[in-house]
Every structure is written in structure tokens, then in C-alpha cells.
């Protein structure tokens, strides 16, 4: 069973002002997939507060995803991405790729997603959208891919092709 730590980035939801929808969302997806989700938090969007909890749940918590919600759009207090960016040592951009893209299947809007993907150690870390709706469709989108690469990450995969498709691979 893998951990994951969620965070959502959102000035109202830290505040008190708003429920957080999207975060439950992706503990309800994850639980339902079979990760551990063992933490969850609610915090502004302040470059220095979203990338000091990832650090906190990559290097000591030792999760091996973290996912983020919220702050992927083009205002100006939307720094996710910056924030990941920070933190990551490897890209992993054929995630926020694949995430745009089933995006623009369902609307042009998708487009505007800045989100972003990397590695920080042992940990993947995954800027999802902020709104409930577009949360589920792009997890459901990526789970199953996600969790092969979070096995190969971690050494408990070595190999991406198959006896039965033994072209595939990295």
C-alpha cells in the first residue's frame, strides 16, 4: 500500500471561508484505490507554504505521492506549480501532459491548466486542478498508469514492458 498526502491550495479554504470539496474528492479516490491517504491539509496560496509541505511529506513523512489541488490557474495567487517546481529534482511533464489533455477532451477551458509533475526523492508529486469535477476526471484518468510509476519509482518495478506487450518501456 502506497501513502499519499494531499494538499489544497486555496486563500478561502485556509481561511475558513469555503469547504473543501476537491480534497475529499482525491482521499475518497485514493482510499477507493487502496493508498493510505495519511495526511490532508488546506493551505493559502503562498509559494512558501505549499512547497514547505511538500518537503515536510516528502522528506519526512516519506509518502511516495503527494497530490495537490487548487492554484493551477492563471491568477495571480495560483503559485502551485511555482511552488512544485521549487521542490521537484526530476520533471515527470507526460503527467500534467495527459492531464491536459483528457482536459481538453471534455473542454477548451483545459487548456488553461498550468499544472505540473516531478520527482523529489521517493516522491511523485502531481498538481491536479482545483474544481471537484475536473479532480475526478483527471485522477480517474491517471490512477492506474500512476501507480505503475510510483512502483518503478520505488523499486518495487523494475520493468515497463510485458510478456504480452514486450515493446513498451521507458
Known amino acids: 500500500m502506497y501513502r499519499v498526502g494531499i494538499i489544497t491550495a486555496s486563500d478561502k479554504g485556509s481561511a475558513g471561508q469555503r469547504v473543501d470539496v476537491s480534497g475529499q474528492v482525491i482521499v475518497d479516490m485514493m482510499?477507493?484505490?487502496?493508498?493510505?491517504?495519511?495526511?490532508?491539509?488546506?493551505?493559502?496560496?503562498?509559494?512558501?507554504?505549499?512547497?514547505?509541505?511538500?518537503?515536510?511529506?516528502?522528506?519526512?513523512?516519506?509518502?511516495e505521492?503527494?497530490?495537490?489541488?487548487?492554484?493551477?490557474?492563471?491568477?495571480?495567487?495560483?503559485?502551485?506549480?511555482?511552488?512544485?517546481?521549487?521542490?521537484?529534482?526530476?520533471?515527470?511533464p507526460g503527467i500534467a501532459e495527459a492531464i491536459r489533455l483528457n482536459s481538453l477532451s471534455i473542454t477548451p477551458k483545459g487548456m488553461l491548466s498550468r499544472g505540473f509533475s516531478g520527482i523529489r526523492g521517493r516522491t511523485l508529486i502531481i498538481n491536479l486542478p482545483g474544481s471537484p469535477k475536473a479532480v475526478r476526471e483527471s485522477l480517474a484518468y491517471i490512477l492506474e498508469p500512476l501507480f505503475h510509476g510510483i512502483q518503478i519509482l520505488v523499486g518495487d518495478d523494475g520493468e515497463c514492458a510485458t510478456p504480452e506487450n514486450p515493446k513498451s518501456g521507458d
Not at 33 to 62: F, N, T
Not at 65 to 75: I, K, Q
Open 65 to 92: 505521492l503527494v497530490l495537490t489541488t487548487g492554484g493551477t490557474g492563471f491568477s495571480q495567487r495560483d503559485v502551485t506549480p511555482e511552488a512544485t517546481r521549487r521542490v521537484v529534482e526530476r520533471e515527470a
Open 31 to 63: 482510499a477507493s484505490a487502496g493508498y493510505e491517504v495519511v495526511s490532508k491539509v488546506v493551505l493559502p496560496d503562498e509559494i512558501g507554504a505549499l512547497s514547505s509541505e511538500m518537503i515536510r511529506l516528502s522528506d519526512q513523512v516519506g509518502v
